[in-house]
T-cell receptor, first 114, second 116 residues
Framework: DTAVSQTPKYLVTQMGNDKSIKCEQN?????MYWYKQDSKKFLKIMFS???????INETVPNRFSPKSPDKAHLNLHINSLELGDSAVYFC?????????????FGPGTRLTVL | AQKITQTQPGMFVQEKEAVTLDCTYDTSDPSYGLFWYKQPSSGEMIFLIYQGSYDQQNATEGRYSLNFQKARKSANLVISASQLGDSAMYFC?????????????FGSGTRLSIRP
C-alpha cells in the first residue's frame, strides 16, 4: 500500500503553461505539505495544510496555488510556468502539525519546464 | 533565524565501518525537534530518526543513532556497520515551531558513498 502518492511522477511542459500535481495520503494524517527540491538538492517547504486549512505559506509566487479538498488530498496548481520552476516537488504528510513523528514523503514529481 | 548546517558535502566510507554525518543547528527556541532523512538515488525521502530537544537520551533506530549534544547544538547521525545500501544523500532537518504549526527546515545534505 502506498502511503503518500503523487501524480504524475514526471511532468515536462512548455513555459507559460498551467499544470497541476496531485497528492494523496492514506495514513490518516491531519497535516500535509509541499516541498520544492532544486537542482542542488536543497529542499524547501512551500505550503502546509492542517485539516484542509492553510497553516504555512512560505514566500512562494502567487502562481503557485495549493488546494486541499479533504485532509487526505493536497494538490498543487502552477500557473504560467517559468524555467525556474523546474525542480522535484515533494508532497509529505505528518500525524500532527508539529511533525513530531516525522513527515512521510511521496515519491516526488520531477517537473521540467522547457 | 533558525538554520541547519551540514559541513560534509560528500563522504566515502568502507563497507562495515561506522560513519558519522555531522549536523549543527541554530535556534533560540527551547522547543525544537531534529530529524534525519535519507534520499537514495531513486529520489524518495525516507524518515530515519527523530530527536526532541527535551529528550534526555539519544534517539536510536536499528543501526542509526543520533548523537545529540545540546550545548554544542549538534545532532550528528551515526550509522553503525555501514552497508552498500546506505549509499545515499542524507539530510538533517529541524522542526521550527510557529504558533500552533511547525515547519521543517533542511540542511544542504551529505552524499554518502559506501565502498565495497
Amino acid at each position: 500500500d502506498t502511503a503518500v502518492s503523487q501524480t504524475p511522477k514526471y511532468l515536462v511542459t512548455q513555459m507559460g503553461n498551467d499544470k497541476s500535481i496531485k497528492c494523496e495520503q492514506n495514513l490518516g494524517h491531519d497535516t500535509m505539505y509541499w516541498y520544492k527540491q532544486d537542482s542542488k538538492k536543497f529542499l524547501k517547504i512551500m505550503f502546509s495544510y492542517n485539516n484542509k486549512e492553510l497553516i504555512i505559506n512560505e514566500t512562494v509566487p502567487n502562481r503557485f496555488s495549493p488546494k486541499s479538498p479533504d485532509k487526505a488530498h493536497l494538490n498543487l496548481h502552477i500557473n504560467s510556468l517559468e524555467l525556474g520552476d523546474s525542480a522535484v516537488y515533494f508532497c509529505a504528510s505528518s500525524q500532527d502539525g508539529a511533525g513530531v513523528m516525522g513527515q512521510f514523503f511521496g515519491p516526488g514529481t520531477r517537473l521540467t519546464v522547457l | 533565524a533558525q538554520k541547519i548546517t551540514q559541513t560534509q558535502p560528500g563522504m566515502f566510507v568502507q563497507e562495515k565501518e561506522a560513519v558519522t554525518l555531522d549536523c549543527t543547528y541554530d535556534t533560540s527556541d527551547p522547543s525544537y525537534g531534529l530529524f534525519w532523512y535519507k534520499q537514495p538515488s531513486s529520489g524518495e525521502m525516507i524518515f530515519l530518526i527523530y530527536q526532541g530537544s527535551y529528550d534526555q537520551q539519544n534517539a536510536t533506530e536499528g543501526r542509526y543513532s543520533l548523537n545529540f549534544q545540546k550545548a554544542r547544538k549538534s545532532a550528528n547521525l551515526v550509522i553503525s556497520a555501514s552497508q552498500l545500501g546506505d549509499s545515499a544523500m542524507y539530510f538533517c532537518a529541524m522542526r521550527e515551531p510557529r504558533g500552533s504549526a511547525s515547519k521543517i527546515i533542511f540542511g544542504s545534505g551529505t552524499r554518502l558513498s559506501i565502498r565495497p
